[in-house]
Structure formats: structure tokens, C-alpha cells
């Protein structure tokens, strides 16, 4: 499926899947696949998309998986593997569907995980790099602390109403994501064993004050990998770097997505 408008919905495995699709298309140059945050969709990227397409040239895919945004709902409670499901099930169908052929993953917290599972689980010959903003491998007290602690104020505050203009049924994105992060049993969730089998270069981007992820992340990334992984440290940034330091963020980006598509006759660099 190549002909695809700039905006709509992919039936993937049943779920109606909302997508925006900037230019160029996938027969043309690399394609960007955008994965969001656990609480994130299409929108929530705000133009970070668009700016990025402007400063790469290759065509950019984002969508909002099923739960978020204007995709169908998800079941609840969401399976405590529903990261690994989504990047062994529910992603090379989506693809297929795009008619991705050559570009770079790049994810955001629970998108950025799913990123890794991926490209540790497919030795797909069409990814180029992986770009992982604030990911997780391993679950740490800082994170259970802080989504403690966002249930409660998405509980007492005006959260709710804030997300709800993203997502069409806000509470089955906040309870889907938050109840099997605050599970007992994720406590033991580990991804890292993906790592070793990636096999193209990693940009990971942490902002310094994350309130949902250390260092850590990073330094099991640098131990596993064979495969270069680059580190940069965003100042004056938190867990959502592209929204809290879009400049230096994009600096840091660009660069990585232009050396890793460096070879590509359908890049025109910006």
C-alpha cells in the first residue's frame, strides 16, 4: 500500500491505526517511523515532525498506536509484554503496509523500547539506524516513583482533560499504559537482551532531568550493543527533549539521520 493520503487510518491486525505521512513517499527517499510515548499519538508530536522533514529530507511516518490518540481502543489491562507484542506483531505489519523500504526507526520512552525490540528481533536489511529518545530497557525506581506519581495527578488535576484532547478515549491511554507499568510483576520487564543483535548504528538522546529514566538506560546500551551507539545529553530537558529543547534536540538528530542515510540518492539534504 504505497498511495497512501497525508492523513488517516491503516487497518492493522483489526485496529483502525491514525497516521500523518509527510513527504516525501517511501518509493522516493528514507522514511522516518515515528513511535510515540507511552501517553503520546500523532499529535502530541506537535511539529516536531514537520520540522524534522524540513532539516533531513526524507519522508516522515508517525502513528498512534491502538489505545492512543484517534486509533481504536486497546484492551485492558494491556498485556505486561505489550511493547514486545507491538514490535514483533503489530510493526513489520505496518511496514509492510507503508511500503517502507529504507529509512530509520526513531521512538520516544515506550516508542523508543519498542524501537529497540524491533531491530534486536528483525535483521530487516531496510533500517538504517535507530534513534532512541529517553528509552527504556530496564525498569527503575525513578520510573515506577514518577508514574506513581502521575496517576495521581492525572486523577486530581486537570491531566485528564489536557490529554483528552489528543485521545479519543483518554482513559483507556492513560490506564493501559500506566496500570501494567505500575503491574508488580513489570518490575522484572528487560528488554536488554535485545540490544546485542541490533545491527546498525543508535542515537540515544536523554534529556539530564528525566523524571522517568537515569543514565542507566544509556550505559546498558553502550555495554550490550556491538553496533556504535552515539549519546547525546540534552540541558534544560526532561523526559520529552523534542518538546522541552526542540533546537538542540534536532542538532543532535539531524546529523545521526543524515550519516546514516548518507548513501541514499533519494535524500535531498536540506
Not at 510515540?36 to 526524507?58: M, N, R, S
Not at 503489530?90 to 531491530?119: E, M, N, Q
Not at 507499568?181 to 543483535?197: C, G, M, N, P, T
Request: hydrophobic share 45%.
Amino acid at each position: 500500500m504505497t498511495n497512501l493520503t497525508p492523513t488517516g487510518f491503516l487497518d492493522i491486525d483489526g485496529a483502525s491505526l491514525e497516521y500523518k505521512w509527510l513527504a516525501p513517499r517511501a518509493a522516493d527517499a528514507p522514511t522516518i517511523v515515528m513511535l510515540h510515548e507511552g501517553l503520546g499519538c500523532v499529535g502530541l508530536w506537535g511539529d516536531f515532525p514537520e520540522k524534522l522533514q524540513q532539516a533531513t529530507g526524507a519522508g516522515i511516518f508517525a502513528y498512534s498506536r491502538a489505545g492512543y490518540g484517534q486509533s481504536s481502543p486497546a484492551a485492558l489491562p494491556r498485556p505486561l509484554d505489550y511493547m514486545q507484542r507491538e514490535a514483533l506483531d503489530v510493526l513489520p505489519k505496518l511496514l509492510d503496509a507503508i511500503g517502507f523500504k529504507r529509512g530509520l526507526l526513531l521512538g520516544h520512552s515506550d516508542g523508543a523500547s519498542i524501537a529497540t525490540i524491533y531491530a534486536g528481533a528483525h535483521q530487516d536489511h531496510r533500517l538504517n539506524g535507530l534513534v532512541l529518545v529517553a528509552p527504556h530497557f530496564i525498569v527503575e525506581d525513578v520510573s515506577v516513583k514518577s508514574i506513581a506519581a502521575i496517576k495521581t495527578t492525572f486523577e486530581t488535576t486537570d491531566l485528564r482533560a489536557k490529554l483528552a484532547r489528543w485521545h479519543k478515549d483518554v482513559d483507556n491511554a492513560f490506564y493501559g499504559w500506566n496500570g501494567a507499568w505500575l503491574d508488580a510483576k513489570f518490575r522484572d520487564w528487560d528488554i536488554s537482551e535485545y540490544l546485542a543483535y541490533i545491527r546498525v548504528p543508535v542515537m540515544i538522546v536523554q534529556g539530564v532531568d528525566d523524571q522517568y529514566g537515569t543514565l542507566r538506560q544509556a550505559e546498558i546500551a553502550q555495554e550490550e550493543c556491538y553496533c556504535p551507539v552515539d549519546l547525546k545529553i540534552i540541558a534544560g530537558a526532561a523526559h520529552s527533549p523534542h518538546r522541552e529543547a526542540a533546537g538542540p534536540t534536532l542538532e543532535a538528530i539531524v546529523p545521526f539521520a543524515k550519516a546514516a542515510l548518507r548513501d541514499d540518492p533519494g535524500l535531498q539534504a536540506a
